[in-house]
């Protein structure tokens, strides 16, 4: 059985077969072409005899047939030959006259031969025998009408030895045989070469593969040269396996990034538990460890909810349920709800410029990208100041007069989890904001860039 998966086999028997059966088939054709060929040869044969021996009685009714000369006029070996009688009113054939090489024997007479005579008249009726008193080939017979009164019909028949598988036919044969099963080992000796030196080069392609390993980010398969649908293939394999080392590498460091900010907050519950179980303490130095360990859930919780979010999106998904967005409508939803603590750090949200705008998309994740860029313009703004918000029909600009992004930051910002210098400032946060902003307007084909400037300000820009 594991010969019949072996692909070279599958190859080699499948075109073993096809050709078996053309060259079958080809050789089919040429033998049966030759044995009707000589068929008509007899038939024209016997033809000229029949049509031949009937002019002379036409003309001399009187006169004896004389099968000899008609013998070596047409250069015959064998000539069977007779004339038979047919009395109408009893139905009884009886031979009147015979050929030297017929000898005492009689050629067949079938009622549908006499029939079909009756029926054409004027034509040849040829039909065969056999008589191993006279050959052991087959008998190939002419039938003709050959003169009619009121009680008796006079038939002609003529015949000769014949045997569709003449030595000729079969030597043609014996050569066909010979020379196509020559031909196909040939050829199939010549795939079997083809088809192992393809499949070397798949094996090369395949033991390649399976020494790249996780730990080998870089490796890809070499092209070969020899094939295009291989060296497809390859190019096929390295496209996908590159994005798949992305992907690893994505994932590599963001376990690494999510594994600490998971710790730093657990840490910190630690530490506060092991304080409050050193000795035992007041109330209000309970309720203060129990705080920490509150604000310190909060921000796992919050932390772990993003990631969640970040892993579970499923773009088409999402995508087949899109609808209808006021974008407008949601921006407004999402600067009242940042209202009360931009009032509290007496930071003014200003609305420039308003536009009506509908997008296809899902309101309630383009009001999260919307309150995550809120977030941060009020998280890095100082107090008091301006955030100043500006709704065109193409685009949504959201700038803030915060401390600014790094030049070398710019092009990290949107990475899970990087916060770049802004971690060291006692600006809480965990890194996921932007990353998560990045996919949502991923989802619905929007654009986002940052233009931001150390000590002035940065201005976020959403392109539609």
Same mark, same amino acid.
């Given at each position: 059985?594991?010969?019949?998966?072996?692909?070279?086999?599958?190859?080699?028997?499948?075109?073993?077969?096809?050709?078996?059966?053309?060259?079958?088939?080809?050789?089919?054709?040429?033998?049966?072409?030759?044995?009707?060929?000589?068929?008509? =040869?007899?038939? #024209?044969? +016997?033809?000229?005899? *029949?049509?031949? $021996?009937?002019?002379?009685?036409?003309?001399?009714? %009187? &006169?004896?047939?004389?099968?000899?000369?008609?013998?070596?006029?047409?250069?015959?070996?064998?000539?069977?030959?007779?004339?038979?009688?047919?009395?109408?009113?009893?139905?009884?054939?009886?031979?009147?006259?015979?050929?030297?090489?017929?000898?005492?024997?009689?050629?067949?007479?079938?009622?549908?031969?006499?029939?079909?005579?009756?029926?054409?008249?004027?034509?040849?009726?040829?039909?065969?025998?056999?008589?191993?008193?006279?050959?052991?080939?087959?008998?190939?017979?002419?039938?003709?009408?050959?003169?009619?009164?009121?009680?008796?019909?006079?038939?002609?028949?003529?015949?000769?030895?014949?045997?569709?598988?003449?030595?000729?036919?079969?030597?043609?044969?014996? =050569?066909?045989? #010979?020379? +196509?099963?020559?031909? *196909?080992?040939? $050829?199939?000796?010549?795939?079997?070469?083809?088809? %192992? &030196?393809?499949?070397?080069?798949?094996?090369?392609?395949?033991?390649?593969?399976?020494?790249?390993?996780?730990?080998?980010?870089?490796?890809?398969?070499?092209?070969?040269?020899?094939?295009?649908?291989?060296?497809?293939?390859?190019?096929?394999?390295?496209?996908?396996?590159?994005?798949?080392?992305?992907?690893?590498?994505?994932?590599?460091?963001?376990?690494?990034?999510?594994?600490?900010?998971?710790?730093?907050?657990?840490?910190?519950?630690?530490?506060?538990?092991?304080?409050?179980?050193?000795?035992?303490?007041?109330?209000?130095?309970?309720?203060?460890?129990?705080?920490?360990?509150?604000?310190?859930?909060?921000?796992?919780?919050?932390?772990?909810?993003?990631?969640?979010?970040?892993?579970?999106?499923?773009?088409?998904? *999402?995508?087949?349920?899109?609808?209808?967005?006021?974008?407008?409508?949601?921006?407004?939803?999402?600067?009242?709800?940042?209202?009360?603590?931009?009032?509290?750090?007496?930071?003014?949200?200003?609305?420039?410029?308003?536009?009506?705008?509908?997008?296809?998309?899902?309101?309630?994740?383009?009001?999260?990208?919307?309150?995550?860029?809120?977030?941060?313009?009020?998280?890095?703004?100082?107090?008091?100041?301006?955030?100043?918000?500006?709704?065109?029909?193409?685009?949504?600009?959201?700038?803030?007069?915060?401390?600014?992004?790094?030049?070398?930051?710019?092009?990290?910002?949107?990475?899970?989890?990087?916060?770049?210098?802004?971690?060291?400032?006692?600006?809480?946060?965990?890194?996921?904001?932007?990353?998560?902003?990045?996919?949502?307007?991923?989802?619905?084909?929007?654009?986002?860039?940052?233009?931001?400037?150390?000590?002035?300000?940065?201005?976020?820009?959403?392109?539609?």
């Amino acid at each position: 059985m594991q010969r019949f998966k072996n692909l070279k086999f599958r190859l080699l028997a499948t075109l073993g077969t096809v050709l078996f059966a053309l060259f079958y088939g080809f050789g089919y054709i040429v033998v049966h072409s030759l044995e009707s060929s000589y068929q008509q =040869t007899s038939e #024209a044969t +016997l033809f000229a005899v *029949l049509k031949d $021996i009937k002019h002379d009685f036409n003309l001399d009714p %009187s &006169k004896e047939i004389i099968f000899n000369d008609n013998k070596q006029e047409f250069n015959m070996p064998i000539l069977y030959a007779q004339v038979v009688a047919y009395d109408s009113l009893s139905n009884t054939p009886t031979v009147i006259q015979r050929s030297n090489d017929l000898k005492e024997r009689t050629l067949k007479i079938e009622p549908s031969i006499i029939q079909q005579i009756f029926e054409r008249p004027n034509e040849i009726v040829f039909s065969t025998m056999s008589d191993s008193n006279l050959t052991q080939q087959k008998i190939y017979i002419g039938t003709l009408l050959l003169a009619q009164n009121e009680d008796q019909i006079l038939f002609l028949q003529c015949a000769m030895p014949y045997d569709k598988h003449t030595p000729q036919v079969k030597e043609m044969t014996s =050569t066909l045989w #010979a020379g +196509l099963s020559s031909l *196909l080992m040939i $050829i199939l000796v010549l795939a079997s070469i083809l088809i %192992s &030196k393809s499949l070397q080069n798949v094996q090369k392609v395949t033991n390649t593969a399976k020494e790249i390993s996780t730990q080998d980010l870089h490796s890809t398969i070499p092209q070969t040269h020899i094939a295009y649908e291989i060296d497809d293939l390859i190019a096929t394999f390295n496209t996908l396996l590159n994005e798949l080392q992305n992907a690893y590498a994505q994932v590599k460091q963001f376990g690494q990034n999510a594994s600490h900010e998971l710790k730093t907050p657990l840490t910190i519950i630690q530490g506060e538990v092991d304080i409050g179980l050193r000795k035992e303490r007041t109330i209000e130095e309970y309720q203060r460890i129990l705080h920490k360990v509150a604000k310190e859930v909060s921000t796992l919780h919050a932390v772990i909810e993003k990631i969640l979010f970040l892993s579970s999106t499923t773009k088409n998904d *999402l995508k087949n349920h899109f609808s209808e967005v006021y974008l407008d409508e949601v921006l407004l939803d999402a600067i009242e709800e940042k209202r009360l603590i931009c009032e509290q750090r007496h930071i003014t949200l200003h609305l420039n410029s308003f536009e009506a705008l509908s997008v296809q998309g899902n309101a309630a994740l383009l009001k999260i990208a919307i309150t995550n860029l809120l977030d941060n313009a009020i998280k890095y703004s100082p107090s008091p100041s301006t955030i100043t918000i500006s709704l065109f029909s193409h685009e949504l600009q959201i700038r803030d007069e915060g401390m600014g992004i790094k030049e070398e930051d710019l092009t990290h910002v949107f990475e899970q989890f990087y916060r770049g210098d802004k971690g060291n400032q006692n600006i809480q946060g965990s890194g996921l904001g932007l990353a998560i902003v990045k996919n949502i307007l991923d989802l619905h084909d929007f654009t986002i860039t940052l233009q931001s400037q150390e000590g002035v300000g940065t201005t976020v820009v959403i392109t539609f």
